[in-house]
């Protein structure tokens, strides 16, 4: 069965990009990257002086980890391609960096920038519960401080959120293949290929203003069979205000995300600044605290704009973090873009390691 996916837009234009996914990873509808797994971080890590290697200075700074979920059993998980980390592989990724780095809270990139010490930060976006469940045992028993930036609506009336949503349909639909039409300019496996084609919908996605995504999803479901994807599905996907406020008790750092993550820059000014407050607004009244941190959601170099840390900037906010690759060098920072790594289950152990031990090599992409 091939159904077409159409956009029923009354300038019938065409949009839409056809990825390619992660080397060796599964996608991640925020960000893709290809992290390099070959010869050399392979030897880097699979020596026995690996150990030693990573105790030398060989670069200075801050490296800030992103991650999104962790995996665990009974973890409901709609799209894979958000999933950072299973328990163990956090708990050693966790052991890793205390062993061999300057562990530090996120307010200490504005601070000490010219120090000489290998410094590492870690992040949480979204607001997934595995966030609190699984990963905040292990942060707190390795005393590693991170700092978590919320999508407050998703707390306030649990929905499934639009990457979420798009691998609901896919893994669901009976189709075969979408034709191309007004979204799509080719033909897009389902069954062939589901992956791929998960991810270039997110593309599309993300290509597209945000007054158009909600006709996006629509015409998703119709094409695909399934329609849109109810909100008893996300019963168990987010984490509660309760639990936010336990991580506020634990000295985890808590910051924005948006209200309903949308891709900020494909928005207006006024959208932009409805969404920011929104979030500042909600975490002040149910965390007692102000949004003095926020990360974009997506974190693609066109997913912010002036407009947005203007915004930002304007409502308190004194760092904003990006996820295009990259790590903060000594010396002055653009407070409003700094740069993450991205932290995917497809990562191997190498290639974590060859990232902390070599980030100006393999954290960028």
Same mark, same amino acid.
């Given at each position: 069965m091939a159904r077409q996916l159409e956009r029923s837009d009354p300038e019938g234009s065409t949009s839409g990009h056809m990825a390619t996914d992660r080397s060796g990873a599964?996608?991640?509808?925020?960000?893709?990257?290809?992290?390099?797994?070959?010869?050399?971080?392979?030897?880097?890590?699979?020596?026995?002086?690996?150990?030693?290697?990573?105790?030398?200075?060989?670069?200075?700074?801050?490296?800030v980890l992103a991650y999104h979920r962790i995996e665990g059993d009974g973890t409901p998980?709609?799209?894979? $391609?958000? /999933?950072?980390?299973?328990?163990?592989?956090?708990?050693?990724?966790? !052991?890793? %960096?205390?062993?061999?780095? #300057? =562990?530090?809270?996120?307010?200490?990139?504005?601070?000490?920038?010219?120090?000489?010490?290998?410094?590492?930060?870690?992040?949480?976006?979204?607001?997934?519960?595995?966030?609190?469940?699984?990963?905040?045992?292990?942060?707190?028993?390795?005393g590693v401080p991170a700092a978590f930036f919320l999508a407050t609506r998703f707390l306030d009336a649990p929905a499934v959120p639009w990457w979420d949503e798009i691998?609901?349909?896919?893994?669901?639909?009976?189709?075969?293949?979408?034709?191309?039409? $007004?979204? /799509?300019?080719?033909?897009?496996?389902?069954?062939?290929?589901?992956? !791929?084609? %998960?991810?270039?919908?997110? #593309? =599309?996605?993300?290509?597209?203003?945000?007054?158009?995504?909600?006709?996006?999803?629509?015409?998703?479901?119709?094409?695909?069979?399934?329609?849109?994807?109810?909100?008893?599905?996300?019963?168990?996907?987010?984490?509660?205000?309760?639990?936010?406020?336990?991580?506020?008790?634990?000295?985890?750092?808590?910051g924005g995300h948006s209200a309903t993550h949308p891709i900020l820059a494909r928005s207006t000014h006024d959208g932009q600044a409805r969404e920011i407050a929104e979030c500042a607004r909600r975490l002040d009244e149910e965390l007692g605290i102000p949004m003095r941190w926020f990360a974009y959601p997506v974190g693609l170099r066109s997913a912010f704009d002036k407009q947005t840390k203007d915004v930002l900037r304007s409502s308190g906010v004194t760092l904003a973090f990006s996820l295009y690759g990259g790590y903060v060098r000594r010396g002055p920072v653009d407070p409003y873009d700094v740069p993450r790594a991205s932290v995917a289950l497809g990562m191997s152990a190498s290639a974590f390691r060859a990232m902390l031990t070599l980030p100006g090599q393999f954290a960028r992409w």
């Open positions: 599964a996608s991640n509808p925020h960000v893709r990257h290809r992290i390099p797994t070959g010869a050399v971080a392979a030897s880097l890590i699979g020596a026995g002086w690996m150990e030693w290697l990573a105790r030398l200075p060989l670069w200075r700074g801050t490296l998980v709609l799209d894979r $391609g958000v /999933l950072s980390a299973t328990p163990s592989s956090f708990e050693a990724h966790m !052991r890793f %960096i205390t062993r061999h780095f #300057d =562990v530090v809270p996120v307010e200490a990139i504005a601070r000490d920038q010219s120090s000489p010490a290998r410094r590492v930060v870690v992040t949480f976006d979204d607001g997934y519960r595995d966030n609190y469940t699984l990963a905040l045992p292990i942060l707190r028993r390795h691998a609901w349909m896919v893994s669901r639909s009976d189709c075969d293949e979408l034709e191309p039409g $007004g979204w /799509l300019p080719r033909p897009l496996g389902l069954r062939s290929d589901g992956r !791929r084609a %998960i991810v270039a919908l997110t #593309d =599309v996605y993300k290509s597209l203003p945000t007054d158009r995504t909600g006709a996006f999803l629509d015409f998703c479901g119709e094409a695909m069979g399934t329609g849109r994807c109810g909100p008893g599905e996300a019963a168990q996907l987010w984490m509660t205000w309760d639990m936010a406020r336990e991580l506020r008790d634990s000295d985890m750092a808590i």
